[in-house]
């Protein structure tokens, strides 16, 4: 199956900067990728997704582009806001027409006003 | 939608007693995933279903644990006899797989086991 590797946190970052978690993987094919976040005591909720290359995933002013040619799928927003701050994981769907996800170790992200 | 529903919310055990975990997928999903994370060890899958169907049970960490799917819309996670290393927090998903891959998860079950 495919792997991940994931940006290691923690990050700290000012309410208003811009912010990028980057992420790669091992594939087989073109799996779909996905961003989950998860906010302290909760479940991971999905972010965004794309299906296949080139594609730009993008909500709440988060996006992700599939890059075929580097296996990556990074994310990023603009201006992060204080309600931002939680863990976020990259998770590329483990093999073309695989059933399972492949989580990365996760990145905690942490805004200060 | 209500969502991926899990039940109990938080469960405090004795080392030793039998704990039974819940959850009911989204209507419609066909696949079905328990996960458990911790710090240490992170996000972890357990056992996945398919159609009702087990698929995948090799992160089922011993035979102490057992996963069952009667039915599309009611999975359970047991755990006999329980000890304190399987203090963690359990999620379940559910997802589409016939039309998409995304994963929904509920909100978890806290299981604290002294």
């Known amino acids: 199956g495919n792997s991940v590797t994931q940006m290691e946190g923690p990050v700290t970052l000012s309410e208003e900067a811009f912010l990028t978690i980057n992420c790669t993987y091992t594939?087989?094919?073109?799996?779909?990728l996905f961003w989950y976040v998860q906010y302290p005591g909760e479940g991971l909720q999905l972010l965004l997704k794309a299906t296949k290359a080139d594609d730009k995933g993008s909500n709440k002013g988060f996006e992700a582009t599939y890059r075929k040619e580097t296996t990556s799928f990074h994310l990023e927003k603009g201006s992060v806001q204080v309600s931002d701050s939680a863990v976020y994981f990259c998770a590329p769907q483990a093999g073309a027409g695989s059933y399972q996800l492949t989580f990365g170790k996760g990145t905690k992200l942490s805004v200060i006003p | 939608d209500a969502g991926v529903i899990q039940s109990p919310r938080h469960e405090v055990t004795e080392m030793g007693q039998e704990v039974t975990l819940r959850c009911k997928p989204i209507?419609?999903?066909?696949?079905l995933f328990w996960y458990r994370q911790t710090m240490m060890r992170g996000l972890e899958l357990l056992i996945y279903?398919?159609?009702?169907?087990?698929?995948?049970d090799s992160g089922m960490p011993e035979d102490r644990f057992s996963a069952k799917m009667p039915n599309a819309s009611f999975s359970t996670l047991k755990i006999q006899p329980s000890e304190p290393r399987d203090s963690a927090v359990y999620f379940c998903?559910?997802?589409?797989?016939?039309?998409?891959?995304?994963?929904?998860f509920g909100p978890g079950t806290r299981l604290t086991v002294t």
């Open positions: 279903f398919n159609n009702n169907v087990p698929i995948d």
């Open positions: 209507s419609g999903h066909n696949s």
């Open positions: 998903a559910s997802s589409p797989t016939t039309k998409s891959y995304e994963q929904y």
């Open positions: 594939a087989t094919g073109y799996p779909s």
